[in-house]
């Protein structure tokens, strides 16, 4: 026995096409992804779907509890609570709880110009179309107010704050507060606290890469994969970050400022800030005071 649906307990909402169109895809600010679908299943026994030549939505999935199977395109995955899956569009795809223990998922379809890249940022992240996040009371929530508002009807008020939750809710799964999934995105977060914490000086490569016990190289190399930066320029970002706000915030000369972050030579520090911010620091300041 096979069931798209049909399961005690199931909510679910479907957007009118012709709203989609009118109201959703040339919108200027939900236009780059809005939800089409939107769903719970509870303890969905006997779930099923296959789509031979998928559908022209991207499909993301949630396992709350219970297990179920997933194939996309050649791929096979077993899928358990606290998983997720994400379907990209017009691909070959089907689903399936698990007989003995069925899963119960939330599940969103979404599309916009956005649909695609969100999609490759995931399986970049993941690896492949499944991912694992741990339990997190507020994503839950943010799926309740997608849910709840496109309950209520499809004014532009409710179209537009539930999608603009939509960004936050894929968001927590593609970068999760706190994440401790892998051992190295734990050092990366926190080498970063550690460079927050010492902007008062100068530090090198070396110590950062101490800071989490690896090897230079491989530091460097992980840092710059998970931050598109190299150390050393993440750390001058978070020094120039901090010194905006004492320019904005305190009446500290520049030479002071300068001297606060760990940087003796007033010239290079105002080469450095005027590199990233485009101004120099006096000129910051008085634009932002203006």
Known sequence: MRKKEG????????IPRKIIADQCAGHPVISNLYVTDIGYYPRAKYHYRERLHGIDQYIFIYCLEGRGTVSIKKNT???????FFIVPANVAHSYMADADHPWTIYWIHFK?????????????????YKG???YDERMLQLFDEIYQHLERGYSMDHLVYSNMCLQHFLGSFLYPKNDSDTKELGQHNIAIDF???HLDRMLTVEEMAGSVNLSTSHFTYLFK?????TPIEYLNHLKVQKACQYLLFTDLRVKEIAYELGIEDQSYF?????????VSPNEYRERRSG
């Open 7 to 14: 399961f005690q307990g199931q909510k679910a909402v479907v």
């Open 77 to 83: 995955y077993e899928v358990e609570g606290g998983e």
């Open 112 to 128: 916009g110009k956005s649909a695609a890249a969100i999609t490759d940022l995931f399986m970049g992240r993941y690896n492949g």
């Open 132 to 134: 694992f996040r741990h």
């Open 195 to 197: 460079m927050n914490r």
């Open 225 to 229: 994969t998970k931050t598109g930066f």
């Open 270 to 278: 105002s080469r450095l800030f005027t590199k990233v911010m485009g």
